[in-house]
């Protein structure tokens, strides 16, 4: 009878090392996303055309965010610190779950944040829709941390960062904070940054608060005016957002976007060791001026489609392989706990039946010995 057991317990047991999720990490594809050129650490740049102008930016990508070609790159999927750029997956993530209505009062913790901050006070209540325009216009850390207070702590908004960039298929990015300020294992690319930059740009709350320029912010007695750290939104025509970001180990980070005679084109730069909107506006006529005429070198990919709960639970055709499609394939854990809730019910039931039979031959046992007696 214990012979039963024995399977069960090596199950469990290869559950317990199987599954061990981290909830940081994403599923790496055996090619670069967006083509096989993108996969490069040097310059790619189209035939039959002027070479992109020089830049001191270790990477970055330039892109026809309307059709998603990306005109040409450097190091696209190199991993950096991200600075304050990752404040543009913080508000791709967090839009849709908060109402931008809601009143917060900020805890002492996101008041007093360090690094940039727009002024926020625990003695003032402040509507979403404010945290919003101070992270992404004056990159409040102060406004982050705000926000992810809001949607339920850091801890759940970081697995809900995680996951937005994973379903964007921004598989570089790795969030550990939601205002970009340096932590060891955080990490992005340019290539994922136009890639959130290009969902982002698609809500149009989120083009509001980063094509703004200026605006009023509720303070104590009355209110007082920030302004965008988007230098571009001043000097070069047609800008219409997105985020810049410094630290002092992440270096300059920047992404940049402009609309010129209905196109639009989108420079994202990492770690750049100086000035680099001269740069980046050069850049930017660039893409403009070879967009519709070279060769892409990649594309920007669309995010990953959304399966309803229903679609994973019903019956799936088998894949062409004769396996379940991913959709379809039942998860390690809900595998192996229905295995072994139909080893348990085995179990089950030849231990009662065992006991029952036991019983009966005992009670056999002892009328018979009364009788002796």
């Not at 003695?123 to 339920?152: H, I, P, Q």
């Not at 994922?192 to 009023?216: C, E, H, M, Q």
Request: hydrophobic fraction near 40%; glycine fraction near 10%.
């Amino acid at each position: 009878m214990w012979t039963k057991i024995v399977p069960v317990t090596a199950l469990l047991t290869a559950v317990t090392f199987t599954v061990v999720p981290d909830a940081t990490a994403h599923a790496t594809p055996n090619t670069p996303v967006g083509g096989e050129a993108l996969g490069s650490h040097g310059l790619v740049r189209p035939a039959g055309v002027d070479a992109p102008p020089k830049t001191k930016a270790t990477s970055y990508v330039i892109a026809d965010l309307d059709t998603g070609d990306v005109l040409a790159a450097k190091d696209p999927h190199g991993r950096y610190l991200p600075a304050s750029t990752q404040k543009m997956l913080t508000a791709v993530t967090l839009l849709p779950k908060l109402d931008k209505n809601r009143k917060v009062r900020p805890s002492a913790n996101a008041c007093n944040q360090e690094g940039t901050a727009v002024g926020l006070t625990p003695k003032m209540t402040y509507k979403v829709d404010d945290l919003f325009r101070a992270l992404m216009m004056s990159s409040g850390n102060d406004a982050a941390m705000a926000l992810a207070e809001t949607n339920g702590g850091v801890a759940k908004t970081m697995r809900d960062m995680n996951a937005e960039a994973h379903r964007l298929q921004a598989y570089d990015t790795v969030a550990k904070t939601p205002s970009g300020l340096d932590q060891p294992g955080q990490s992005s690319s340019a290539y994922d940054l136009a890639l959130i930059a290009r969902a982002g740009l698609a809500n149009p709350d989120f083009r509001r608060y980063v094509s703004t320029k200026t605006a009023k912010f509720p303070a104590p007695k009355n209110y007082y005016e920030i302004s965008n750290h988007n230098k571009l939104l001043w000097r070069y025509q047609g800008t219409i957002g997105v985020k810049n970001g410094w630290t002092s180990k992440a270096q300059g980070s920047f992404v940049g976007a402009a609309t010129r005679g209905g196109h639009t084109v989108l420079v994202a730069i990492m770690r750049h060791e100086g000035y680099f909107w001269e740069e980046v506006a050069k850049l930017l006529d660039w893409g403009f001026a070879v967009r519709g005429k070279a060769q892409p070198v990649g594309r920007l990919v669309d995010p990953l489609p959304d399966t309803p709960p229903q679609a994973q639970r019903a019956p799936q055709a088998a894949a062409p392989t004769g396996q379940a499609t991913p959709a379809a394939r039942p998860s390690l854990l809900d595998a192996s706990a229905s295995r072994q809730n139909g080893s348990t019910y085995t179990i089950g039931a030849i231990v009662i039946g065992g006991g029952l039979l036991f019983g009966l031959v005992w009670l056999g046992y002892g009328i018979r010995r009364r009788r002796r007696l």
